[in-house]
């Protein structure tokens, strides 16, 4: 008896010991995350995306040197050399499959609701508002602005405002909406604006060509074309994104 004792116990351990070596093997040779995005537009209409992303692409980008800007510069050229960094940024193509498959996901979520196209960009809105916020000083010290590919915010599941307006830019490009970043005068928050005929809410207009664009609160909890009350009516720096 106090044989097959030993025995079960020795074997239990050796159980235990090859569990936690596979599980130990399993996590250092993974490829891939997978991550789950649960969001809602209201409280009764819940949404649950998953998105697979390959670990070697993540490492890419987080090796990849972020922005520098010139000194002596005015304020119109410091917003300008921001945007369109920030632009080149949300027009890399090295994540281009993995926003497609976002995308897809978003539309048929859209319509297997039914959503209004408007109802659409705000369920693209809510998904990008469902990450977290977080700021540079607390994840990224080292940096006085990171700002973040769309791959990274993706899997980070968070940012700043500067890193959502980002990912929700390629997000609706890839959609086919024209967008432009609006930097505060201030230089203390940055939003997103869309060309579509929204008809409420907070709006600004690009001079050079005349397009409206309605705002889009990426990293607050505000509804399509509404500006959190403090930029409601503040100037803003527009800078159009081609994708």
């Known amino acids: 008896m106090v044989t097959k004792k030993v025995y079960l116990a020795l074997l239990s351990l050796v159980v235990l010991v090859l569990a936690s070596l596979g599980w130990g093997l399993s996590a ?7 991550i789950h995005y649960p969001f809602e537009i209201a409280s009764q209409d819940k949404h649950n995306l998953t998105l697979t992303i390959p670990l ?3 490492r890419d980008y987080k090796e990849r040197p972020r922005p520098t800007y010139g000194n002596n510069l005015t304020r119109n050229e410091i917003a300008n050399q921001f945007l369109a960094k920030y632009s080149y940024i949300a027009d890399d193509r090295g994540d281009d499959a993995l926003i497609n498959n976002l995308v897809v996901k978003l539309e048929e979520e859209a319509a297997s609701h039914k959503l209004s196209e408007l109802r659409k960009i705000e369920l693209v809105l809510r998904f990008v508002q469902s ?6 000083n607390a994840t ?3 940096y006085d602005e990171y700002p973040r590919y769309p791959l990274e915010t993706l899997f980070e599941q968070g940012g700043d405002c500067e890193d959502s307006s980002i ?3 390629a997000i609706l490009m ?3 909406y024209e967008v432009a970043f609006l930097l505060f005068e201030g230089f203390d928050h940055m939003g997103l604006g869309i060309n579509f005929p929204v008809g409420y809410g907070n709006s600004w207009i690009y001079e050079a060509t005349g397009i409206r664009y309605w705002y889009l609160d990426t990293s607050g909890k505000k509804s399509i074309g509404w500006a959190p009350e403090q ?3 503040t100037p803003a720096y527009l800078f159009p994104i081609s994708g």
């Open 231 to 233: 930029y409601a009516e």
């Open 28 to 34: 250092r040779f993974a490829t891939s995350a997978t």
């Open 167 to 169: 990912l929700m830019s």
């Open 174 to 176: 890839e959609m086919g």
């Open 131 to 136: 990450l977290t916020y977080t700021t540079d």
């Open 56 to 58: 070697r692409d993540y």
């Open 140 to 142: 990224t010290p080292s």
